[in-house]
């Protein structure tokens, strides 16, 4: 049953992206000639359409030229504005995953003592409010203008971001843990940072991953966007970069990358998920 | 005056006005105590406050007033000397079988080597017929094992004390009945003292020295304390054999039925909360004279022996 299933799907999902990737080669032949729009040669030439009209979006064949090139050789270095696929992704990987566990530091003790005392949940509630829905990038100018560094400046903006939903999350799992566990390590004699290690963390270890998942989610979306700005180096520089180039090509090729990058740190997480679930 | 195991003063449960009403008092003045190795039943109808006693001697709740003294030593918080088992047994999910004891055991004695810990929870988990299961993750338990795991690790911790919340509350009658022996052997080999609360006046019987009866809440009082006079060898084939076996348990029902109502009308004219008082049903002939006892009507008798059956 499952098994047919997943045969099925398999050959939908291949279907699409034989559908899209003839669509796409279709929409980026080049245009038939001027004679048959009825104008005159002559007039295509002065316009400069005459020599080889062609579309400005690649094809579908001229992207997978550039992404199995790109990909065989992914650690060049040929100065600031050439540098590999691989180079630029582990610029980016490296301040989202500094930015994150530094969030991690914070949120998930700071969020152990908000789900466990009901006076810093309610002290601490209308900051987190307020601070919560602030785009990561709006602190951008302020990070710069203290740090005074650009690469520390996009790990601040990351560690902001991942910072809520953990926050929120860590919370929230510690306050719903079950009565009657606590009572358990109560009666037991267990003092309160054993019962934090052993109790409270543990059962609140799948809400806390969920948080992580989604702050990870957040923080590598942002990592594009805030690169873009502070240039240099990173694969969302990279895009603006190819972008300045003019070329789509590579902007294309990139953001396949972003996709797949993502896609597995998503699925790292969703493994450490599985591991810390418990069924009840 | 005799040193009791555990005694009980004065004990009262009042929680405070809500907004524009009367301080809610759920039981007032509750004295009884236990000696050491008796197994002790409390029964009361839904909001009488039982769960609040229990929670207040396993120092999980506190008391309005009244003192709770165990062993010369007053009741103040929880403590390693009264093992708890819960009616939702309460065990850690994401810990083994295994796991789930060594972590009572290891909270009980911390300086224990890892062979000794081992050994130990061993013993508990063949005591309760879990041979076998040890690495099992509670969700792979059935209910009826899941609170096998409860007992042992409550007796694991060799607690002086056990205070037990309808253990067998959510198990179906067969496994009850499975368990109740194993508790009943368990509590003979280690003398165990147990208070426990049940809703099962077959329960009482088999398992309870001494039951006491608690009245309609709020404001509930012990209304007396039922000694169980059958021999202490009990057994759940033969038990019924014994005369005295139906004349306690009609007694028991009857209380539940219609006398925790009335109490505070029919109480009589003795009555003193400081001393409830203590009935011995079981040797008291089928129609007694003094009818101060609030015999039950005739009536219901026969409706009750059709329930035994």
């Given at each position: 049953?499952?098994?047919?299933?997943?045969?099925?799907?398999a050959v939908?999902s291949v279907?699409i992206?034989?559908?899209?990737?003839v669509g796409?080669?279709?929409?980026?032949?080049?245009?038939?000639?001027?004679?048959a729009?009825g104008?005159?040669?002559?007039?295509?030439?002065l316009?400069?359409g005459g020599a080889k009209?062609?579309s400005?979006m690649?094809t579908?064949?001229e992207?997978?030229?550039?992404?199995?090139?790109?990909?065989s050789d992914?650690?060049?270095?040929?100065g600031?504005?050439?540098?590999?696929?691989g180079?630029q992704?582990?610029?980016?990987?490296?301040r989202?995953?500094?930015?994150?566990?530094?969030?991690?530091l914070?949120?998930?003790p700071?969020g152990?003592?908000?789900?466990?005392s009901?006076?810093?949940?309610?002290?601490?509630?209308?900051?987190v409010?307020v601070?919560?829905?602030?785009?990561?990038l709006?602190?951008m100018?302020?990070a710069?203008?203290t740090?005074k560094?650009s690469?520390i400046s996009a790990?601040f903006?990351?560690?902001?971001?991942?910072?809520w939903?953990?926050?929120?999350?860590?919370?929230h799992?510690v306050?719903?843990?079950?009565r009657?566990?606590?009572n358990v390590?109560?009666?037991?004699?267990?003092?309160?940072?054993?019962?934090?290690?052993?109790v409270?963390?543990?059962?609140a270890?799948p809400t806390?991953?969920?948080g992580?998942?989604i702050?990870?989610?957040?923080a590598?979306?942002?990592?594009?966007?805030?690169?873009?700005?502070?240039?240099?180096?990173?694969?969302g520089y990279?895009?603006?970069?190819?972008?300045n180039?003019?070329?789509?090509?590579?902007?294309i090729?990139?953001?396949?990358m972003?996709?797949?990058?993502?896609?597995?740190?998503d699925?790292?997480?969703?493994v450490?998920q599985k591991?810390v679930t418990?069924?009840? | 005056?005799?040193?009791?195991?555990l005694?009980?003063?004065?004990l009262?449960?009042v929680?405070?006005a809500a907004r524009?009403?009367?301080?809610?008092t759920v039981?007032?003045n509750?004295?009884f105590?236990?000696?050491?190795?008796?197994?002790?039943c409390?029964?009361g109808?839904?909001g009488c406050?039982k769960?609040t006693?229990?929670?207040?001697?396993?120092?999980?709740?506190?008391?309005?007033?009244?003192?709770v003294?165990?062993?010369?030593?007053e009741?103040?918080?929880?403590?390693?000397?009264?093992?708890?088992i819960?009616?939702s047994?309460?065990l850690?999910?994401?810990?083994?079988?295994?796991k789930?004891?060594e972590?009572a055991?290891?909270?009980?004695?911390?300086?224990?080597k890892?062979?000794?810990?081992?050994?130990h929870?061993?013993?508990?988990i063949?005591?309760?017929?879990?041979t076998g299961?040890?690495n099992?993750?509670p969700?792979e338990?059935s209910?009826g094992?899941?609170?096998?795991?409860?007992?042992?690790?409550?007796?694991a911790?060799?607690?002086?004390m056990?205070l037990?919340?309808?253990p067998?509350?959510?198990l179906?009658?067969?496994?009850?009945?499975?368990?109740q022996?194993?508790?009943?052997?368990?509590c003979?080999?280690?003398?165990?003292?147990?208070?426990?609360?049940t809703?099962?006046?077959?329960?009482?019987?088999l398992?309870?020295d001494?039951?006491?009866?608690?009245?309609?809440?709020?404001?509930a009082?012990?209304?007396?304390?039922v000694m169980?006079?059958?021999?202490?060898?009990r057994d759940r084939?033969d038990?019924?054999?014994n005369?005295?076996y139906?004349?306690?348990r009609?007694?028991?029902?009857?209380f539940?039925?219609?006398r925790?109502?009335?109490f505070?009308?029919?109480?009589p004219?003795?009555?003193?909360?400081?001393?409830?008082?203590?009935?011995?049903?079981?040797?008291?002939?089928?129609l007694?004279?003094?009818?101060?006892?609030?015999?039950p009507?005739r009536?219901?008798k026969?409706?009750?022996?059709?329930?035994?059956?």
């Amino acid at each position: 049953m499952s098994k047919a299933i997943n045969l099925k799907s398999a050959v939908v999902s291949v279907l699409i992206f034989v559908v899209f990737v003839v669509g796409w080669h279709i929409a980026t032949q080049p245009k038939a000639t001027a004679a048959a729009s009825g104008v005159s040669a002559e007039y295509a030439a002065l316009m400069g359409g005459g020599a080889k009209p062609q579309s400005g979006m690649p094809t579908p064949a001229e992207v997978g030229k550039t992404f199995w090139e790109r990909i065989s050789d992914p650690f060049y270095d040929k100065g600031p504005n050439d540098k590999g696929i691989g180079i630029q992704l582990g610029f980016s990987l490296a301040r989202v995953l500094t930015g994150f566990v530094l969030a991690v530091l914070v949120a998930i003790p700071l969020g152990f003592l908000i789900g466990m005392s009901p006076v810093m949940y309610r002290a601490l509630n209308p900051y987190v409010q307020v601070l919560k829905p602030i785009s990561p990038l709006a602190w951008m100018p302020l990070a710069l203008y203290t740090i005074k560094d650009s690469s520390i400046s996009a790990v601040f903006v990351i560690f902001i971001c991942s910072l809520w939903p953990m926050l929120i999350n860590t919370a929230h799992g510690v306050a719903s843990v079950k009565r009657d566990w606590l009572n358990v390590a109560k009666t037991l004699e267990v003092n309160p940072l054993r019962t934090a290690m052993q109790v409270v963390l543990p059962a609140a270890a799948p809400t806390i991953l969920t948080g992580m998942r989604i702050s990870m989610g957040i923080a590598w979306l942002v990592i594009v966007a805030a690169e873009m700005l502070v240039g240099g180096t990173g694969i969302g520089y990279f895009v603006w970069n190819e972008w300045n180039n003019l070329s789509i090509t590579n902007v294309i090729f990139a953001i396949l990358m972003i996709g797949l990058v993502g896609m597995v740190l998503d699925m790292m997480f969703g493994v450490l998920q599985k591991l810390v679930t418990y069924r009840e | 005056m005799q040193e009791h195991f555990l005694k009980i003063e004065g004990l009262a449960k009042v929680f405070p006005a809500a907004r524009g009403g009367k301080p809610l008092t759920v039981f007032d003045n509750i004295n009884f105590s236990i000696e050491k190795g008796e197994f002790v039943c409390i029964i009361g109808h839904s909001g009488c406050g039982k769960s609040t006693i229990l929670n207040v001697l396993a120092g999980l709740d506190e008391a309005s007033s009244g003192v709770v003294v165990m062993d010369g030593r007053e009741v103040k918080g929880p403590s390693l000397d009264r093992g708890v088992i819960f009616q939702s047994h309460a065990l850690m999910p994401w810990l083994s079988v295994k796991k789930n004891i060594e972590f009572a055991v290891k909270s009980r004695w911390p300086d224990w080597k890892r062979d000794a810990v081992r050994a130990h929870c061993q013993k508990y988990i063949d005591l309760v017929g879990l041979t076998g299961s040890e690495n099992k993750k509670p969700a792979e338990l059935s209910g009826g094992m899941k609170q096998r795991v409860g007992i042992a690790r409550a007796f694991a911790i060799q607690p002086k004390m056990l205070l037990m919340d309808e253990p067998f509350g959510a198990l179906d009658a067969l496994t009850r009945g499975v368990i109740q022996d194993e508790l009943l052997k368990i509590c003979a080999e280690t003398h165990q003292t147990v208070f426990m609360i049940t809703h099962d006046v077959d329960e009482a019987i088999l398992l309870a020295d001494k039951v006491i009866l608690m009245t309609n809440g709020p404001e509930a009082k012990i209304a007396e304390i039922v000694m169980n006079t059958l021999p202490r060898n009990r057994d759940r084939h033969d038990i019924h054999k014994n005369p005295q076996y139906y004349r306690i348990r009609n007694h028991l029902v009857d209380f539940l039925v219609t006398r925790s109502k009335q109490f505070a009308e029919t109480a009589p004219a003795d009555y003193d909360t400081q001393h409830p008082p203590l009935v011995k049903p079981g040797l008291t002939e089928p129609l007694p004279t003094d009818s101060q006892e609030a015999e039950p009507p005739r009536g219901m008798k026969p409706a009750l022996h059709l329930v035994n059956e």
